[in-house]
């Protein structure tokens, strides 16, 4: 009887650790392809076809968070700020998690040109309408470009070389720089260097006005400043 009894105790066991294998290799398959970054691509891209962009921002976020390369994380960096800027009846774009993105790209590869672009040409746009504060990102970023041209030999963008110009000359305007009048003179130089490029350009000529308008404020003023002095 008790033969028996231990025999059936045998059993449950064997059949409870069965059980239990099971399950932990279940567990471990599941954790094996969550951590699978083409199957986080899919599994985003299917739920975007469902419009469950909830789902999809969460593997579209693991799959970068999972990719076995820079180049991989890079690639789907790219993916999500793509998926960010969706614009529809079920999503509305997120620029600030793009713009994330964009610059996770920058800290894995800091002369990512098309990161560089991006950010580039968002804080462009909305300078040249009317966000003054942002020139500086305009300066740093057109700096950037322009720097990974010239080191590579490639061609210069003219619309590069003028947006620096004018951040120089905005940021001299403003009198965000303890040196405007160097940093007018650079605007000057990347104006004229535009213009070579794109002559007769009337954007050009404009920008040169204002610099020399910028310089005759600061001349005066600081003409002021040493009338004032001399007068004490």
Not at 146 to 169: C, F, T, W, Y
Request: with cysteine.
């Amino acid at each position: 009887m008790a033969k028996k009894l231990n025999t059936k105790i045998v059993i449950i066991l064997l059949i409870i650790a069965g059980i239990g294998a099971l399950a932990a290799a279940g567990l471990g398959f599941y954790y094996l392809r969550e951590r699978n970054p083409e199957y986080c691509l899919q599994k985003a891209q299917h739920a975007l076809e469902n419009n469950d962009y909830k789902t999809a921002e969460r593997y579209f976020g693991r799959a970068c968070g999972v990719a076995r390369s820079n180049q991989e994380k890079i690639a789907n960096y790219f993916r999500f700020a793509e998926f960010q800027l969706l614009e529809n009846e079920h999503h509305v774009p997120d620029w600030s998690k793009a713009l994330g993105c964009w610059n996770t790209v920058l800290k894995i590869d800091p002369k990512n040109g098309e990161a560089l672009r991006k950010l580039f040409d968002y804080f462009y746009e909305i300078a040249d309408l009317g966000q003054t504060g942002f020139w500086k990102q305009v300066q740093e970023y057109s700096e950037s470009l322009l720097e990974i041209q010239e080191e590579n030999n490639l061609p210069i963008d003219p619309k590069v070389l003028l947006a620096r110009g004018r951040s120089r000359l905005e940021i001299a305007r403003a009198g965000g720089t303890t040196n405007r009048q160097e940093l007018l003179d650079q605007a000057v130089a990347d104006l004229q260097r535009y213009l070579e490029i794109k002559p007769g350009d009337e954007n050009g000529y404009l920008y040169l006005a204002d610099c020399a308008l910028v310089r005759g404020t600061i001349e005066v003023s600081r003409g002021n400043l040493q009338a004032m002095d001399a007068s004490r």
